[in-house]
T-cell receptor, first 112, second 113 residues
């Protein structure tokens, strides 16, 4: 059974204070690891897909990295508009056809 | 381009009532899924479809039915509502099963009293 654990559950940062969010996963045959952003009252919004250990992807102040056991979402010099819940999800070759298993998320608050 | 449209946005049901949550997408996506989101538990897969006429169960299917008669529509039916089904429900769709990300609707907040 695929499992995803995200830490910390909540993170408060001052504007400009860089940090990282962690996503640890257990999966039998990783097809892809996904990061989503979710704002209050809205559906998740796709950020990145990572496929193999060592891969990195960037978007504005966000950079996602992947190892064989975990993924990190690095936030550089965050702004208040980066405040959201960040969700990690995995997709396995053995799981339901291309469906996602999600972690419970990290709620990020960036203070001005 | 409307993306994924879910209706209603809010609903209150009495225990034992039935209802259908609607989901429609206009992107010609083959993959569609229903999730529920509960505090501290993340998104959990209820049912999914990989094309018209094809559906399958996810992690938490009990008490829910789905059908996929067209590519565009993927309704979720609650057969006999229970308080444990109080949750936020999200529909999602994808062209290729996720490489370019699933597109999510804005959700339906359901309360069963």
């Amino acid at each position: 059974e695929d499992q995803v654990t995200q830490s910390p559950e909540a993170l408060r940062l001052q504007e400009g204070e860089s940090s990282s969010l962690n996503c640890s996963y257990t999966v039998s045959g990783l097809r892809g690891l996904f990061w989503y952003r979710q704002d209050p009252g809205k559906g998740p919004e796709f950020l990145f897909t990572l496929y193999s250990a060592g891969e990195e992807k960037e978007k504005e102040r966000l950079k996602a990295t992947l190892t064989k056991k975990e993924s990190f979402l690095h936030i550089t010099a965050p702004k208040p508009e980066d405040s959201a819940t960040y969700l990690c999800a995995v997709q396995s070759y053995s799981g339901s056809a291309r469906q996602l298993t999600f972690g419970s998320g990290t709620q990020l608050t960036v203070l001005p | 381009n409307a993306g994924v449209t879910q209706t209603p946005k809010f609903q209150v049901l009495k225990t034992g009532q039935s209802m259908t949550l609607q989901c429609a997408q206009d992107m010609n996506h083959e993959y569609m899924s229903w999730y529920r989101q509960d505090p501290g538990m993340g998104l959990r897969l209820i049912h999914y479809s990989v094309g018209a006429g094809i559906t399958d169960q996810g992690e938490v299917p009990n008490g829910y039915n789905v059908s996929r008669s067209t590519t565009e529509d993927f309704p979720l039916r609650l057969l006999s509502a229970a308080p444990s089904q109080t949750s936020v429900y999200f529909c999602a769709s994808s062209y290729d099963g996720g490489d370019y990300g699933y597109t999510f609707g804005s959700g339906t907040r359901l309360t069963v009293v």
